[in-house]
């Protein structure tokens, strides 16, 4: 199916362990975002990237590590989970750099 | 203070009325302006987009931008049940997409 996915949908892990959110999309988009949203902070940008290899940081990086090997896939990893990384994941992408960005269905994590 | 303020609502407001949403913003660099619905456990999905100032019309939706005031706003005319969700504001200059995005406003229609 075209368009763009996360997986896992949910997941709950402890703390200190490493975790893996992945992200795949079919329309070659070179425009690559992970957000994050939590009641009372709306989505705030945890890294983006804008072709495979070029990565960089965003409002809130801390904790967290991303790669871009392939066009299609952006994993974001969580090198050390903790409970204030407990909230939803959402990674999108985008044709341009103006914006119109598409986003997937997110990934719920708890930190327990 | 947050670059992109949005009243978190939640606006309820019976079926068939005019839904009103705007945001306020600082930085004067943004060029580019966005407003996503997002349904509950959904992810957001884009509904308008509109490039510097002006007015844009997309079926029961219009979006508006003012610069000099710093000021966003969408309204929704004819309201139906299926229109209750989080609208989130959301902007950008032209560096690489990064997206600031308004708090977002839930939205009840009642019918």
């Known amino acids: 199916d075209a368009g763009i996915t996360q997986s896992p949908r949910y997941k709950i892990t402890e703390t200190g362990r490493q975790v893996t959110l992945m992200c795949h999309q079919t329309?070659?988009?070179?425009?690559m975002f992970w957000y994050r949203q939590d009641l009372g902070h709306g989505l705030r940008l945890i890294y983006y990237?804008?072709?495979?290899?070029?990565?960089d940081k965003g409002e809130v990086p801390d904790g967290y590590v991303v790669s871009r090997s392939k066009t299609e896939n952006f994993p974001l990893t969580l090198e050390s989970a903790t409970r204030s990384q407990t909230s939803v994941y959402f990674c999108?992408?985008?044709?341009?750099?103006?914006?119109?960005?598409?986003f997937g269905q997110g990934t719920r994590l708890t930190v327990v | 203070q947050k670059e992109v303020e949005q009243d978190p609502g939640p606006l309820s407001v019976p079926e068939g009325a005019i839904v009103s949403l705007n945001c306020t913003y600082s930085?004067?660099?943004?060029?580019?302006f966005m407003w996503y619905r997002q349904y509950s456990r959904k992810g957001p999905e884009l509904l308008m987009y509109?490039?510097?100032?002006g007015n844009k019309e997309d079926g029961r939706f219009t979006a508006q931008v003012d610069k000099s005031s710093k000021y966003i706003s969408l309204f929704i005319r004819d309201s139906q049940p299926s229109d209750s969700a989080t609208y989130l504001c959301?902007?950008?200059?032209?560096?690489?997409?990064?997206?600031?995005f308004g708090a977002g406003t839930q939205v009840v229609v009642t019918p």
């Open positions: 509109t490039y510097s100032s």
């Open positions: 990237s804008a072709a495979a290899d070029i990565t």
């Open positions: 959301a902007m950008t200059t032209d560096s690489w997409g990064k997206l600031q």
């Open positions: 329309w070659s988009h070179s425009y």
């Open positions: 930085n004067s660099a943004f060029q580019y």
């Open positions: 999108a992408s985008s044709e341009s750099k103006t914006g119109e960005a598409f």
